[in-house]
Protein backbone atom coordinates (compact mmCIF):
# COMPACT_ATOMS: atom_id res chain seq x y z
CA UNK A 1 0.00 0.00 0.00
CA UNK A 2 0.65 3.25 0.09
CA UNK A 3 1.09 6.58 2.31
CA UNK A 4 -1.30 9.41 1.63
CA UNK A 5 2.11 11.41 0.56
CA UNK A 6 2.98 8.02 -1.95
CA UNK A 7 5.47 6.82 -0.07
CA UNK A 8 5.26 3.36 0.11
CA UNK A 9 4.05 2.10 2.86
CA UNK A 10 6.78 -0.57 4.98
CA UNK A 11 4.14 -2.46 6.94
CA UNK A 12 0.75 -3.69 5.68
CA UNK A 13 -1.08 -2.04 8.10
CA UNK A 14 -1.36 2.24 7.54
CA UNK A 15 -3.00 2.76 11.84
CA UNK A 16 -4.12 6.70 10.54
CA UNK A 17 -6.12 5.32 7.73
CA UNK A 18 -7.65 2.65 9.36
CA UNK A 19 -8.29 5.20 12.83
CA UNK A 20 -10.07 7.46 10.07
CA UNK A 21 -12.24 4.37 9.00
CA UNK A 22 -13.11 3.72 12.17
CA UNK A 23 -14.49 7.25 12.82
CA UNK A 24 -16.00 6.82 9.87
CA UNK A 25 -18.04 4.06 10.37
CA UNK A 26 -19.44 5.07 13.82
CA UNK A 27 -20.51 8.45 11.79
CA UNK A 28 -22.12 6.59 9.28
CA UNK A 29 -24.11 4.33 11.77
CA UNK A 30 -25.20 7.34 14.14
CA UNK A 31 -26.98 8.83 10.91
CA UNK A 32 -28.31 5.57 10.15
CA UNK A 33 -30.08 5.56 13.40
CA UNK A 34 -31.51 8.90 12.14
CA UNK A 35 -32.34 7.37 8.98
CA UNK A 36 -34.06 4.32 10.34
CA UNK A 37 -31.54 2.16 8.13
CA UNK A 38 -31.26 -0.25 11.20
CA UNK A 39 -29.24 -3.00 8.97
CA UNK A 40 -26.95 -0.59 7.31
CA UNK A 41 -26.24 1.07 11.07
CA UNK A 42 -25.75 -2.03 12.63
CA UNK A 43 -23.25 -2.80 9.72
CA UNK A 44 -21.36 -0.07 10.52
CA UNK A 45 -21.11 -0.30 14.10
CA UNK A 46 -19.99 -3.36 14.24
CA UNK A 47 -17.39 -2.54 11.47
CA UNK A 48 -16.52 0.39 13.74
CA UNK A 49 -15.67 -1.25 16.64
CA UNK A 50 -13.63 -4.13 14.66
CA UNK A 51 -11.51 -1.68 13.05
CA UNK A 52 -11.25 -0.28 16.88
CA UNK A 53 -10.25 -3.27 18.26
CA UNK A 54 -7.98 -4.36 15.91
CA UNK A 55 -6.31 -0.83 15.95
CA UNK A 56 -6.10 -1.33 20.26
CA UNK A 57 -4.69 -4.94 20.08
CA UNK A 58 -2.34 -4.46 16.94
CA UNK A 59 -0.77 -0.93 17.19
CA UNK A 60 -1.46 0.01 20.45
CA UNK A 61 2.52 0.53 22.28
CA UNK A 62 3.70 1.18 25.65
CA UNK A 63 6.18 3.73 25.88
CA UNK A 64 8.96 3.76 28.21
CA UNK A 65 7.05 6.40 30.42
CA UNK A 66 4.22 3.65 30.55
CA UNK A 67 1.98 5.74 28.31
CA UNK A 68 0.45 3.85 25.41
CA UNK A 69 0.39 5.38 22.00
CA UNK A 70 -0.42 4.05 18.36
CA UNK A 71 2.23 3.16 16.14
CA UNK A 72 1.92 4.39 12.48
CA UNK A 73 2.42 1.23 10.83
CA UNK A 74 2.46 -2.25 11.86
Known amino acids: ?9 ELPYLVPS ?9 WMAELCAVMELRGTGHNAQVMAEA ?3 GLLSRASVE ?9 YEV
Do not use: H, I
Open 63 to 71: REDGTRVLA
Open 1 to 9: GFRPSDDAC
Open 51 to 53: LQA
Open 18 to 26: NAMAALACG
